[in-house]
């Protein structure tokens, strides 16, 4: 928690203008802090003046790359955030003080060290495509590509889905798994449709894990997490000290797994570590979804409004290093 790239970050200068607590916001980008449609945009941005005002840090948790993240946010869609882990877990990015942004070396190494190769995990990954010939697995868009991770698509009915994944961990193996809905494809399907559209992804550390490790590194004391799909599944049921928010129009991967985990205390929306989960029942989604939960967890901590901030410095020019 000594280098240089955090000692200048914008998210410890707002920790540490906290008063008694350390508390931040982690959350996914598509339909959990942004969605399609009337009025998501209005709530993602009530939602970035409402951490704003609080001195909340805003660390976002994507499976994008970087210069995805990076264009979105440079046309207002995502509001600039404070940190940004992309590429599914495998990256960490801080904005700095001067407005550029710096990846987080210690994490990058861990990664590094992992012995995770793309040559090799390509060469898997083809014949994992020969395999399933039938579920037309194919490599995504280079653009969905990252040193650390390697992405497919597949197309299979639900349950069958789970079991491809499945297959795809044993093969994969050390490395983890990740599979979850294309939710914008998918939501063009005519209803019923049985064949849906799937992303997977091959990485050495997930999303889960970066987030462990920014709130240990910059020693949160508390917080929510949001998500919407399978490829966030670990991260919000993992024990931390975070509320885990599983907002509206969430994918069916994703609440299969949280009802599994909690079905012995559905009704109370309790974890087995008897931690209290929130799940979207009054048909908010993404970002409408988030805001509330947002505006009722501040109110059960009680966080206080701060004085109001600086315009943030962000340079579109600078190199990311």
Avoid at 46 to 59: A, G, H, V
Avoid at 108 to 115: E, L, Y
Avoid at 213 to 237: P, Q, R, T
Avoid at 270 to 284: A, K, M, Q
Wanted: with cysteine.
């Amino acid at each position: 928690m000594h280098a240089t790239h955090h000692r200048h970050s914008v998210a410890l200068e707002w920790l540490q203008q906290q008063a008694s607590h350390r508390f931040a916001v982690f959350s996914d980008i598509d339909n959990t802090l942004v969605g399609t449609g009337t009025g998501f945009q209005e709530a993602t941005n009530q939602i970035r003046s409402f951490t704003s005002d609080r001195r909340l840090p805003l660390f976002l948790i994507t499976g994008l790359s970087l210069p995805r993240v990076m264009a979105r946010i440079a046309t207002g869609e995502i509001p600039l955030p404070e940190a940004i882990s992309c590429g599914a877990g495998t990256e960490i990015w801080l904005r700095q003080q001067d407005g550029s942004w710096q990846k987080d070396k210690a994490y990058a190494q861990q990664v590094q060290d992992s012995g995770f190769h793309v040559s090799d995990i390509t060469k898997k990954a083809e014949a994992f495509i020969r395999q399933y010939k039938e579920n037309r697995v194919s490599f995504q868009a280079s653009a969905d590509m990252t040193p650390y991770k390697v992405s497919l698509h597949f197309f299979a009915p639900n349950k069958q889905a789970a079991e491809v994944a499945l297959h795809a961990a044993h093969v994969f193996a050390p490395f983890s798994v990740l599979y979850c809905e294309e939710i914008n494809f998918n939501s063009s399907l005519p209803r019923g449709a049985i064949q849906k559209k799937y992303c997977l992804d091959i990485v050495p550390a997930t999303k889960a894990d970066a987030l462990r490790y920014m709130v240990d590194s910059f020693h949160i004391d508390g917080g929510i997490k949001a998500g919407d799909s399978g490829n966030d599944i670990a991260m919000l049921l993992q024990k931390d000290v975070l509320l885990p928010v599983l907002v509206g129009g969430h994918t069916e991967e994703v609440c299969q797994a949280i009802c599994d985990t909690i079905a012995k205390k559905a009704a109370a929306k309790t974890l087995p570590d008897g931690r209290h989960i929130h799940i979207e029942e009054d048909g908010l989604l993404a970002s409408k979804s988030l805001f509330q939960a947002l505006c009722a967890w501040t109110a059960t901590v009680g966080i206080p409004v701060g004085q109001p901030l600086a315009k943030p410095k962000v340079n579109p020019q600078t190199v990311l290093q």
